[in-house]
């Protein structure tokens, strides 16, 4: 059927995205005043993909993505009763304390690093944790080797010992890597006579984690300047003193000249590390910011050495008067780190010495921060992208490249991030998809205390000639699901490199949005999108007559129109779709009104839809209704 003669066509063939910015009459052509449950892809709109289950679990908090190299990928994820998990290991918790709220991971040399807290700060009295996969989860880091008499004699045998006193102690290595303090709390002390090797005995054998051990020693000094202070030598690494944890001695030999690799480091490492709001990795350190007492400062861990943070050197702090909240939030950027707490953001860098020698922060922006989840996360990465970060503000959603861009990211969608409610900011979540360009922020709306939705942003055709991003470009949605989200993580598949979305729901379970699927784990999607209020001539009353779709899916799609303020709701019954129509569908109408919306709708089990092309038929008939 072909629209009248008379009738002009309305072709809407590029679809925006959802516009929710002031009244339904200023929304653009091409956006949609109301939608749900979407995606979108060069100019098609497309009911959004289902769930299918990852994860059988109940009552979950927060999950996290662990890998490991060579190995089947994994979820860690929190219960209410204060149970961590392991997906992939049966029965027993990692670690159980009924006093946990949340937590954060990172994933860092093939372990998970975890620090547990309030949203605000860490908890108080507990410690990060460290899992390898595989048993019990343990507190992060150790302390010096203790309880035992280490001693140290000249050896029979020839060798290379410089003449004067020695002082011998050793370290432990865990099996996570971590380098313990010196012990015991007696070292032992070598008067040699030059040119003999020397014999040490006493090595402890450590318990738990222990793996291994290091023999320590210093440099020669001769027996009239030595005052019995054990502390005032430099102690090195005693090249081949590696052994194994169950080895109780060994003989050692070496020139002075041969003790080159420091350890006087560890004598001021922290026996454990205090749980943090956060944790992540700045270049090649480990970092945790906001422990209880300590809010505004960030420790960072020697480089490469995880677990060693120097408990006099390892640290830097924003100045509480300036920062208005504790630290919520840190990441790498360009080499930066930049430091956020609510309503600020500080760049400081590392320069290769002691952390305490950091540049102090400096201020990047004073009307920007967020809260501990805010900062998007880029899949299963530890990193930032290269050229921006997300930052989930209570004004908007930030694009941050080098500094805190202006309109925000979710121009279009004002409305709706007012809605948030901002009691419950730290419940937000944001993921980063640089793969499929999108975006999924998580979101409690209205006097909402939970989560309740995921904003879902593709950002694919937002790009300037410049590489920046154009806010009015983004396509939004609004989604929901069976049960409300409390978790959400980006992952990759491992065999096929495909980026997906994982999400863990408040009735339990945790679950992954899969290509072309219909259902959510069995429930009907309801997808729906309703047009911008079309018109020809502002002012005048229109006739609206037949509408023509070009789409294709599965089950029925419903057909309403509507008018100004939502009046005059009509429906125009359903279109049987199909994969292959090989046509385009028409839609009888008779519709009056100064403008007219088109809503279309699939909420059946398997019903899904794709619509590239409505185009409406309308005439103006009056400059003003008949009196």
Same mark, same amino acid.
């Given at each position: ?482 049960? *409300? ?9 491992? /065999?096929?490199?495909? !980026?997906?979305?994982? +999400? $863990? =729901? #408040? @009735? ?47 089950? *029925? ?9 939502? /009046?005059?709701?009509? !429906?125009?019954?359903? +279109? $049987? =779709? #199909? @994969? ?48």
């Amino acid at each position: 059927m072909q629209a009248p003669k008379d009738h002009s066509p309305i072709k809407i063939d590029q679809f925006r995205g959802l516009y929710s910015r002031g009244v339904t009459d200023t929304v653009p052509k091409g956006f949609f005043t109301d939608s749900i449950n979407n995606k979108y892809h060069q100019g098609e709109i497309s009911t959004r993909d289902g769930l299918a289950l990852v994860v059988t679990a109940s009552n979950i908090v927060r999950a996290w993505s662990y890998k490991r190299l060579n190995e089947t990928p994994r979820i860690i994820f929190l219960d209410t009763s204060g149970n961590l998990r392991d997906s992939i290991a049966s029965g027993t918790p990692i670690w159980t304390d009924s006093s946990i709220v949340d937590f954060s991971l990172v994933n860092y040399n093939n372990r998970a690093y975890i620090t547990v807290h309030n949203r605000l700060r860490g908890l108080p009295g507990k410690k990060i944790l460290v899992y390898e996969g595989t048993g019990m989860a343990r507190e992060a880091a150790g302390g010096p080797p203790s309880g035992f008499t280490l001693t140290a004699a000249n050896s029979a045998s020839a060798g290379s010992i410089d003449e004067g006193i020695h002082l011998f102690a050793m370290v432990g290595i865990s099996s996570s890597g971590f380098i313990t303090a010196p012990g015991p709390e007696v070292f032992a002390q070598l008067n040699a006579p030059g040119g003999f090797k020397a014999d040490i005995s006493g090595l402890a054998v450590g318990g738990g984690a222990t793996i291994g051990k290091i023999v320590l020693a210093t440099k020669a000094i001769p027996v009239d300047l030595y005052d019995g202070n054990q502390f005032g030598l430099e102690f090195f690494f005693v090249p081949g003193a590696t052994l194994d944890n169950a080895v109780t001695s060994t003989t050692v030999d070496f020139f002075d000249d041969d003790l080159v690799d420091s350890a006087d480091y560890l004598f001021d490492s922290l026996p454990s590390i205090p749980a943090g709001l956060g944790i992540g990795v700045y270049g090649n350190r480990l970092i945790t910011w906001a422990e209880n007492g300590g809010e505004f400062t960030i420790r960072a861990s020697e480089p490469n050495q995880p677990e060693v943070f120097n408990s006099i050197s390892g640290f830097i702090s924003l100045d509480p008067s300036d920062a208005g909240s504790g630290i919520r939030n840190c990441k790498e950027y360009r080499k930066n780190l930049i430091i956020a707490t609510s309503n600020r953001l500080y760049s400081t860098s590392d320069n290769g010495s002691d952390v305490n020698t950091w540049a102090t922060p400096t201020t990047v922006d004073t009307s920007c921060g967020t809260e501990c989840y805010g900062i998007a996360e880029i899949l299963d990465a530890r990193g930032q992208n290269t050229d921006r970060m997300w930052i989930a503000d209570k004004s908007g959603l930030i694009c941050f490249e080098g500094y805190a861009k202006r309109p925000e990211l979710s121009y279009n969608v004002e409305d709706i991030w007012r809605r948030i409610n901002k009691t419950k900011f730290n419940l937000i979540q944001v993921v980063d998809d640089p793969v499929k360009h999108r975006l999924f922020v998580s979101v409690p709306l209205d006097n909402s205390t939970v989560l309740s939705h995921i904003l879902y942003a593709d950002y694919s055709e937002a790009f300037t000639v410049y590489g920046t991003i154009d806010e009015q470009k983004i396509k939004w949605d609004l989604w929901s699901f069976p049960s *409300n989200p409390v978790s959400i993580i980006g992952d990759t598949d491992a /065999s096929t490199q495909k !980026s997906s979305l994982k +999400i $863990a =729901l #408040s @009735a339990g379970n945790i679950y992954e949005m899969e290509d072309g699927l219909t259902s959510d784990f069995g429930n009907a999607i309801d997808s729906y999108a309703q047009l911008y209020l079309a018109q020809q001539e502002a002012g005048w009353i229109h006739h609206f007559g037949n509408i023509k779709f070009s789409c294709v899916g599965s089950g *029925n799609l419903t057909v309403s129109v509507s008018g100004k303020n939502n /009046s005059n709701i009509t !429906s125009l019954g359903s +279109i $049987a =779709l #199909s @994969a292959n129509p090989g046509r385009e569908y028409d839609k009888l109408n008779n519709f009056v009104n100064e403008k007219m919306s088109v809503k279309f709708r699939v909420n059946q089990f398997g019903e899904k839809y794709t619509v590239d092309q409505v185009i409406l038929s309308c005439k103006p008939l009056w400059y003003m209704r008949p009196l």
